[in-house]
Every structure is written in C-alpha cells, then in structure tokens.
C-alpha cells in the first residue's frame, strides 16, 4: 500500500512539475520584442522628465532597443541629436509629453534616407517638440520616403530652429524626399521657417494638411530644387497659416499641386505677400481654391511673379487687404481664375496680367480688372459669351486710345477708329471721312472729323443719310 501510494504522488508531482515547466518556458519569452509592436516606454530606459536631465543616451537606447517608442508627460532635455529608426513609432500622449533640445544641430533626424535599406515606414505623433537654444532644425528629413508627422506641437521657443521647424531634404539631383505627411500639428514661433522644403532633389508627395502653422519664417517654404526632381504633387489643404514674417507660402517650382482651403492671414503690421510661386521657376497645373486671404499691407496676397509659364487655376477665394492687386500673374499661359471675392475697399483690383501673358480666362463676381504693360506686344483676353462691364469697370488702352488686333492679325496697336457689330444686325464704327459704301438699316457711323450736321449718320434703306 505505501508503495502505491508513493507511486501515485510521484505521477501527481510529475504533472505538476511538468506544468510549471511550461509556464516557467513560456514567461522567459520576450515581453518586449518589437515585432509584437510592443511599446518601449524612455522611463524604463533611464529617462527622466524634470526639464534638467540630459536624457539623449536613454532617448537613443529607446529608440535602438524596440520600433515603437512611448514619451509619457513630463519635459525630457536631451543635447544630442537623435537618430530615428526605419520601420519605426514615435508617439506621446499629448501636448504634455515634450522632447526639449538643448544642442545646436538638429534634434531628430533619419539620415540614412530610403535609398539605402528600403523606405523609411517612419510614424512620430502627438508629442511636443521644442527647444531652449539656437538650434538649427526640429525634425530633419533626408531623402526620406513614407514618413508621417501627426499631432505634434513644434515650437522654437523664438530661440531656435533656424532652418525651420521640420526640414525635408533631396540631397542629390537624382534623390528626393516623397511621400510625407504632415498633419493635425502646430508649429510655432521657429526663427527659420514652419516647413522647409530643399536640397537637389527637391520634394514630391507632400501633404500639409489641417495644421496651425505660425510665427516663423515663412509658414512653407520650397528652395528652387535644380536637380531631376523637382517638388512636384504638394498638397496644402485645410491649414491656417498665420503671422509668419516673411508670408504664409513661397514656393519656386510646382508641378500639379493644390492650395486650397486654407485660412491666411498676415499680422497687422506685415506687408508680406502671401502666397508666392515661382519668383525664381514657375508652376503648372496649380489648383489656388476656397482659400480666405488676410493679406493686411501686402502688395498681393497672391503673387505668380515667375519669369516662365504659370497654368492652372485660381477660383473660389476670398481677398481682404492688398495695396496693387489680390493677384498678379507675370507670366501666365493658360490661366483661369474666376470666382473670387475681393472685400469691398479690401484692394484696388482683383488682377494684374504682365504683359507676357497669354491665354488668360477672367471672370469675377465684383471689380475684375484685366490690366497689361503699355511698352510690349499685349497679351490676349479672350472672351467666352458676354463682356459685361459694370459702373466700377473699365477697358483702358494706351493713353486715350484703344489698343485692337491690326488688320493682318499680327500685332496690336492703338486704334482712334473702333468697329462695333452684333453677330447679326446694325453696326456701329467710326472714322475719318464720310461712310461710303452699302450699308444695314439701323447703323450708326460716327464721323471723327465731322462738324454741324456731318457727325452722325444713319442708315436708312440701305443708304448712309448725315443727321
């Protein structure tokens, strides 16, 4: 009987032992390998949020150790530069989990770019970014393609990012950075500019959408890109953009982009232009749309002031605050812009056309102007339908005169005699000397060297009779 016994604990022990094998087997797996996306908490690396620590070697083991980062609330300094991860998450739990750089380079940045071991699969969100020195940028791109910036706050503090709050960089004519967005941020009070966008290679497939960008520099700003690849596909939507110091836009080469829907608004001191294109390019298939423009003392809120061609549209928007013209186009050549609003009192005139246009389609609901240099051949207005000209519009020509198409269809020069004829009907011109010739009954000719009796003629039964 005992040693029945004995044999049955035995069984019993063994399957307990066995059991526990398993559990002890199964808790020495890895809690915190990153391909369980589990979170890597900077705590637990030795980080300490008090707003002294210098926590950049406990910031960089984080991010080395696992591909998903979380800042907790609380103000972690770090001087060094930190060097983001491919395939990685960065994220905070709000405007209360802030990284403050205290060096003078940049404060994050992914260097090795898609080019070198596949695309950059790159997420920071919903933390703040700052600085407390002179920093040069808050977060740089390079060559970077497939990263998303969401809900961060960036502030230089009026101290630092003197480049620009984010920097996106083509380092090469024949390497870009694409593929990036930046979105339901703010970035603040940058010495450079909100977004800068540079570099050889340029940018392509940026997205900038429902941010408050202001403060800084420029809101956005694209450097002229001489490279293969130049920023083509930016998509600024939905965005405020507000008291940046030298305007809300600038950008020097624009293939198929959109700015639309958006809120800009200078300070009340500030005569920037708001959104400038091509100063030093030009732009093609732009979309300018549904945008309200605050422009205060700026000559233009609009200003496409490029020595090439400029196409595209312009509709759709709301003018307030220009000194010349809510736009200028100097060198458009198939533009469109119809349906905007200028403010009453808000700018002398909706348009001013450089005398290198060509193709230009003006149509606006109030105080449209079409205005063009005296000095070269005129650009050509073409009108669909109707010319309607209300009690605050005008044609003006050179001096008194009109200037119209020269009989061979070659060049424009200024015309004392005018012609005037309905698609079917009466006529009405003018000129030197009596009207000869057959006439249609109910025309008028106006005679400029007429005296008493010899000014105004009428047709009646098909025969010119002096009144």
């Given at each position: 009987m005992t040693s029945g016994y004995n044999r049955a604990s035995l069984a019993i022990i063994f399957i307990l032992g066995a059991a526990f094998s398993a559990e002890r087997a199964q808790d020495t797996q890895p809690r915190n390998d990153p391909r369980l996306n589990v979170y890597q908490n900077i705590v637990a690396f030795g980080a300490v949020g008090d707003g002294r620590t210098d926590n950049s070697e406990a910031l960089q083991r984080t991010i080395n150790a696992g591909h998903a980062v979380i800042i907790?609330?609380?103000?972690?300094?770090?001087?060094?530069?930190?060097?983001?991860?491919?395939?990685?998450?960065?994220t905070g739990v709000g405007k209360k989990s802030a990284l403050r750089y205290t060096g003078a380079g940049a404060a994050l940045s992914e260097a090795e770019g898609s080019y070198v071991n596949g695309y950059d699969n790159l997420k920071l969100m919903n933390f703040t970014l700052t600085t407390d020195s002179a920093s040069q940028a808050g977060i740089e791109l390079i060559n970077n393609y497939q990263v998303t910036l969401s809900g961060l706050f960036i502030d230089g503090a009026q101290q630092g990012f003197k480049t620009a709050g984010i920097h996106l960089i083509?380092?090469?004519?024949?390497?870009?950075?694409?593929?990036?967005?930046?979105?339901?941020?703010?970035?603040?009070?940058?010495?450079?500019?909100?977004?800068?966008?540079?570099?050889?290679?340029?940018?392509?497939?940026?997205?900038?959408?429902?941010n408050h960008i202001s403060g800084n520099g420029y809101g956005v700003n694209q450097i002229l890109p001489p490279g293969r690849y130049p920023s083509t596909n930016l998509q600024i939507k939905n965005n405020v953009i507000e008291g940046n110091v030298q305007g809300a836009i600038n950008a020097e080469v624009l293939y198929a982009s959109a700015i639309t829907g958006n809120h800009f608004e200078n300070s009340e001191w500030s005569g920037a232009t708001l959104v400038r294109v091509g100063a030093r390019g030009f732009?093609?298939?732009?979309?300018?749309?549904?945008?309200?423009?605050?422009?205060?003392?700026?000559?233009?809120?609009?200003?496409?002031?490029?020595?090439a061609d400029v196409t595209g549209l312009i509709a759709n928007n709301t003018f307030a605050g220009a000194s010349v013209a809510a736009i200028r186009a100097r060198t458009a050549r198939g533009l469109i812009i119809e349906n905007n609003t200028l403010e009453p009192g808000a700018a002398p005139q909706m348009v001013e056309i450089g005398a290198q246009s060509r193709s230009v389609w003006v149509k606006d609901s109030n105080r449209a102007a079409y205005?063009?240099?005296?000095?070269?051949?005129?650009?050509?207005?073409?009108?669909?339908?109707?010319?309607?000209?209300?009690?605050?519009?005008?044609?003006?020509?050179?001096?008194?005169?009109?200037?119209?198409?020269?009989?061979?269809?070659?060049r424009?020069?200024?015309?004392?005699?005018?012609?005037?004829?309905?698609?079917?009907?009466?006529?009405?011109?003018?000129?030197?000397?009596?009207?000869?010739?057959?006439?249609?009954?109910?025309?008028?000719?106006?005679?400029?060297?007429?005296?008493?009796?010899?000014?105004?003629?009428?047709?009646?039964?098909?025969?010119?009779?002096?009144?």
């Open positions: 907790p609330e609380g103000t972690f300094n770090f001087g060094k530069t930190l060097r983001l991860r491919k395939d990685s998450l960065i083509g380092s090469r004519s024949d390497r870009n950075s694409a593929i990036i967005r930046i979105i339901d941020g703010d970035i603040w009070f940058c010495l450079g500019d909100g977004v800068r966008v540079s570099g050889q290679g340029g940018g392509a497939g940026i997205w900038i959408e429902r732009a093609q298939g732009l979309n300018i749309s549904g945008n309200v423009f605050g422009g205060k003392k700026a000559a233009y809120n609009v200003d496409l002031n490029g020595l205005i063009s240099g005296a000095a070269e051949a005129q650009p050509d207005l073409s009108v669909g339908g109707r010319l309607i000209l209300g009690g605050a519009a005008s044609l003006r020509g050179v001096g008194e005169l009109m200037e119209t198409r020269t009989a061979d269809g070659g424009f020069a200024p015309h004392a005699a005018q012609y005037f004829k309905q698609a079917v009907g009466p006529t009405w011109r003018s000129g030197a000397g009596a009207p000869a010739g057959a006439c249609e009954t109910g025309s008028l000719y106006t005679r400029t060297d007429g005296g008493a009796g010899s000014t105004l003629y009428v047709c009646e039964q098909s025969t010119w009779a002096p009144k």
